[in-house]
């Protein structure tokens, strides 16, 4: 080879590396700071597309979801999708994969150019499928533990570790098959499946930033398209504002010929600059916006409450006082681990909720805090609304007050009056016990065989079949239904594994999937033909229909 070619490749090499080592810094930083940006994208348009469709829109609802797509969406319309070939969590970890295989020295699988093409369209039919059925005709629900961007949340938090294992085994399996596949495809998962990628796509195509390449002025090597992970077939043209282009730079540092350049208005612009500015703009926006709204939602909360005390009146808490005064402590699993709240109760009214602790996704807990802790001061009940795109940080919230209320069902008082209804409830309680006996059966004492009954949920009936063998409750499968998956499922395996313990149909409802819970009593007293009464008739609509 010709000395002064070869020089020039040298050189070449190093400023290839010089960009790599740059994104993969930003890359690392983002890891860690913003694991679940990437899922945060899609939550938060769906939200906003969700709310705007109801019309429940609002600032103090909305503002985070605001926060993060006005943080992502104007610079990917400018300048085109850096947030995927900088930020994305998920992408950096397919980079990684790649890296491990090419020092390895493993080949990568080849996709042809047509069969590629067309896969990438799959991601647009997901988007397309998730808008019309998910979020506009709300048809569908993914049942939890099917999603592996769930399972990737875990993974990345490394908390809660063994709901890979259990809850989430089917999305963990799921992950694991597009790790493995990225492995051998570059950027798998964001070619194919992303549908944060679809959408960052169609908004990045009116950009003014161009990938330029005058063919006129190539040797023909394609070393272009073989350095871009999206594998876009860079050399069939003179120019690229691809929506696949995740303005990662490897086409213009790969290109021996410096003929592969970035432009913005005609202005050439170095790669690695630009992308570690997009980066850090991106970021610092995100932050900047949560940290405002976050001390905005603080001070409405303070005024919220002020006003609310101060416009309670003794009627209201004659009729719907119904907590023991005092502050009480309560826990429950979110998304990423425990939620600790401390709940103020005064002339019988839940009147403060604060957070102690919480592990959860900043961005997610915040979105949904002062919207659900608003809503249960309100109702005066725990069966409220989840958030839209922060579903488990909004039952982790829900659950977190329950616990905290658990046991405090009624009042104190000292007038007679009270004492005496009290009593008459206590000995009420006693001789309905010989009821329950008998309506209950005891333990051991049911007629072996399998069964099948029905309740009533929020949507629909219920079917389960209950086995039961030496006279003991044994196995309890659901046969059809037709609540919302992640409702019912959340009080399945809750209910029927206490159904089975105390070998009794009447336990302890799920706080947030309380229709889904009795629709499974009711249906479990069916099939062994014991009486139930089920609530849900006189319940109101509450947590996402339940």
Known sequence: MDPKRKNKLKRKMRQFKKINFVRRIVQFVCFLLLPGFFIQIYSSTKALVMALLAGSFSLQANSFDL???LS???????FGRFFCGWICAMGSLEDLLTSIRNGLKIKAHQIGESTDSKLKLFKYILLLFSILF???????????????????GILVSLENLDLLFTTFLIATVLLIGILV???????????????????????????????????????????????CPMSIPLYITDKSRSGECIECGQCVTGCPMKNCNMQFLGMELNSK?????????????????????SAMDFESAQATTTIAEATTQPSTVA????YQDGTYEGSARGFKGLVTVSVTVENGLITDIEDVSNTDTHSFFERCWSVVTDDIIEAQNTDVDAVTGATYSSVGIMDAVADALSGQTATASTTSESIEADTSQQESAAASSEESASSSVAAGQYADGVYTGSGTGFRGET???????????TDITETSKQDDDQFFYRAWTTVIEEIITAQAVEVDAVSGATFSSNSIMEAVSDALGLA????NSSLSSGHGGH
């Not at 992502?72 to 400018?78: A, E, I, K």
């Not at 079917?463 to 409750?473: H, K, M, S, Y």
């Open 273 to 293: 600059t630009l992308g570690a500015v997009a980066a850090t703009s991106i970021v610092g926006l995100n932050y900047l916006g949560t940290i405002t709204v």
């Open 181 to 227: 596949a990225s492995f051998f495809v570059p950027r798998f998962f964001c070619r194919y499946l992303c549908p944060t990628g679809a959408i960052l796509s169609l908004i990045s195509l009116p950009r003014m930033l161009t990938i330029k390449k005058p063919r006129e002025n190539c040797r023909n090597c394609s070393l272009c398209t073989q350095n």
């Open 67 to 69: 926060v993060v797509v």
């Open 72 to 78: 992502v969406y104007p610079l990917t319309l400018l």
């Open 319 to 322: 009729s719907t006082g119904q």
């Open 134 to 152: 998910v979020w506009v005709l709300q048809i569908v629900a993914i049942p939890q533990g099917l999603n592996p961007l769930d399972a990737f």
């Open 463 to 473: 079917v389960v079949e209950v086995t039961v063998q030496n006279g003991l409750i």
């Open 532 to 535: 139930f009464e089920n609530p």
